[in-house]
């Protein structure tokens, strides 16, 4: 157990991922919140409702790619992460009030989901390449698959809950449970403030004249550089498009094939959590990520989606579900601890936008077409559809281990 948790030995990093653990709950809260009142109450139980909003989410991290990167490499990563926090629960609060107010509308809910986007295309790689800001080189691998445990304990324990208050209390009240969960990770960046100092807080990068565009290239030029970052950035961009995409085909399973309610929706995206923690718990256990391990981790994602999407029985769906979560997280954790491993400190933020870009960005372009293959051919599709994206994915990962073998 000291080596899984490791780094919580360092005070820095042991602040911070308290306040995370608190602010991921309520973020579950509000997802969980969010995709059942589009299914069951703003649209016609309607999955590619539920895929336009994610689109609208997670389209911005590709569309701000060009400045989210450099920004985070540029300034202050403590200061960008007070800022996000902040309009995340001012976002979190406008939209709880909407629907308490009943005046909520689908339109509401898509341009909220948009702005929380935006927002979040700067949140994400800054607290990507803030934990190395916090912690030492030997302790990152580790730092970061805590942090996806952290996430995935949320991921758990949120829409257990979310499931239970929205039968009990309504949505609305679940969204301001949410603005007020980010109160402990500014209390946290605040503490901070006096433990680093700025040298620790920002890594500059000297643009020069070149402005936004050239560091932008400069990223892309890095990571195409390496045959292993790029066949890395090729199997997240499958896995995700498709297989990332639960919202969307968990919400139509539980809706249209097991005839379930919230509580059942938000049982389902914590029974697939209980696998992303079990994930996360074995590849902090690692101490280095292998392109084996990850090309063994997309196998799992292939398999456990097209044998979920054959399941008869609510319960074996679930079992389904907790090896898919287990094989997602060991994928998405070990690709990106691969690429911040192989990224010199300077251009960090730069490529991890690129991978969260590339990660969320894809989940924003496959949640559409899930949708619609989930309300034309059947949810089952919906989900196999995950399965077959990552065969792909394998092929990508066998080939480069062979070429590696061979050269």
């Keep these: 157990m000291s080596k899984t948790f490791r780094s919580l030995s360092n005070p820095n990093y042991r602040l911070w991922f308290t306040g995370a653990v608190i602010s991921n709950i309520g973020t579950w809260l509000q997802r969980t919140a969010q995709d059942w009142i589009v299914i069951s109450e703003l649209s016609d139980k309607n999955a590619s409702a539920v895929g336009l909003v994610v689109f609208l989410q997670f389209a ?3 569309l701000l790619l060009p400045i989210t990167g450099w920004t985070v490499d540029k300034f202050n990563r403590r200061k960008i992460l007070m800022v996000t926090q902040v309009l995340m629960a001012i976002l979190a609060l406008v939209l709880g009030l909407l629907i308490l107010s009943n005046t909520v509308a689908l339109w509401q809910v898509c341009v909220c989901a948009f702005l929380l986007g935006c927002v979040a295309a700067f949140d994400a790689p800054a607290r990507q390449s803030f934990v190395s800001d916090i912690v030492n080189e030997k ?9 996806s445990l952290s996430f995935n304990t949320a991921r758990l324990i949120g829409p257990a809950i979310a ?3 929205i039968s009990w209390i309504g949505a609305g009240w679940v969204f301001l449970l949410n603005a007020v969960s980010f109160i ?10 006096s433990r680093l100092s700025e040298k620790e807080n920002v890594v500059k990068v000297d643009v020069g004249g070149a402005g936004f565009a050239s560091n932008f290239f400069d990223g892309f030029r890095y990571v195409a550089k390496s045959r292993k970052m790029t066949t890395v950035a090729l199997m997240t961009f499958l896995i995700c498009s498709f297989g990332m995409n639960f919202a969307v085909y968990l919400s139509s399973m539980t809706v249209h094939v097991f005839k379930g309610h919230s509580d059942q929706y938000g049982f389902l995206i914590s029974t697939m959590a209980i696998g992303s923690m079990t994930g996360a718990i074995i590849t902090a256990r690692r101490i280095q990520p292998t392109m084996l ?7 799992g994602v292939a398999i456990s989606s097209i044998v979920a999407a054959y399941c008869t029985s609510f319960y074996g769906f679930c079992v389904a579900l907790v090896f898919l979560g287990l094989s997602l997280q060991a994928f998405n954790t070990s690709s990106n601890t691969l690429m911040q491993l192989s990224t010199e400190r300077h251009y960090r933020g730069r490529v991890m936008a690129i991978v969260i870009a590339t990660a969320l960005g894809s989940t924003a372009l496959g949640g559409p077409v899930v949708g619609a293959v989930a309300d034309w051919l059947g949810p089952r599709w919906g989900v196999g559809i995950g399965g077959l994206s990552a ?3 394998v092929a990508l990962g066998v080939r480069y281990l062979r070429e590696k073998a061979t050269s």
């Design 60 to 62: 911005p991290q590709i």
């Design 139 to 147: 302790e990152l691998s580790n730092a970061v698959s805590l942090n």
């Design 163 to 165: 499931g239970v208050l």
């Design 184 to 193: 402990p990770m500014l209390t946290s960046l605040y503490r901070l403030r």
């Design 293 to 299: 391990f990850i090309t063994i981790a997309a196998s």
């Design 391 to 393: 065969l792909i994915a």
